[in-house]
T-cell receptor, first 109, second 115 residues
């Protein structure tokens, strides 16, 4: 069964304190792994798509990496505005996305 | 990427009633997806809606409870029928991006509370 597990469930960081979020997955044929950001009361906002092991993508303070079993979202020198829930999702050879339960990130000044 | 307008943004409903949620996309799309996000949980796919055909429901979701319409390539509705407090969730619609590089775009969600 296709499955996505994210850790930690919640993460509190001081502004400027870098860290990583983990997304472990099992899927029968990975078509893509997606990272989303979700703010309270809003729909998920697309961040990255990763396709194959070894791939990396960056956007501002965020960097996503992918191996055959997991993905990491590295946050470098976070700011309070980076506070949100970060969701990971995988897509097998269908159009269906399977989401993890997310990591709730709080960055304090 | 596509822009989705979803409404209502929130509603409080009495048990036993029904609520219809609307999603309007600013471009034509083949498939639209409906998700549920229960409190503290992740997104779960309810069904996939193609224009001109019946929606495809995921395990645990049935048409009688969540009827979906897809009258054209830019619009879809999801109805939550005969509601109970367990239906209190955020409901979201989604469409695929122009390419996989753009992921999937989501509406802003409908926060439903059933009392």
């Amino acid at each position: 069964e296709d499955q996505v597990t994210q850790s930690p469930e919640a993460l509190r960081l001081q502004e400027g304190e870098s860290s990583s979020l983990n997304c472990s997955y099992t899927v029968s044929g990975l078509r893509g792994l997606f990272w989303y950001r979700q703010d309270p009361g809003k729909g998920p906002e697309f961040l990255f798509t990763l396709y194959s092991a070894g791939e990396e993508k960056e956007k501002e303070r965020l960097k996503a990496t992918l191996t055959k079993k997991e993905s990491f979202l590295h946050i470098t020198a976070p700011k309070p505005e980076d506070s949100a829930t970060y969701l990971c999702a995988v897509q097998a050879y269908t159009d269906k996305l399977i989401f993890g339960t997310g990591t709730r990130l709080q960055v304090f000044p | 990427s596509a822009v989705i307008s979803q409404k209502p943004s929130r509603d409080i409903c009495q048990r036993g009633t029904s609520l219809t949620i609307q999603c309007q996309v600013d471009s034509q799309v083949t498939m639209m997806f409906w998700y549920r996000q229960q409190p503290g949980q992740s997104l779960t796919l309810i069904a996939t809606a193609n224009q001109g055909s019946e929606a495809t429901y995921e395990s645990g979701f049935v048409i009688d409870k969540f009827p979906i319409s897809r009258p054209n390539l830019t619009f879809s509705t999801l109805t939550v029928s005969n509601m109970s407090p367990e239906d209190s969730s955020i409901y979201l619609c989604s469409v695929a991006g122009d390419s996989i590089n753009y992921g999937y775009t989501f509406g802003s969600g409908t926060r439903l509370t059933v009392v």
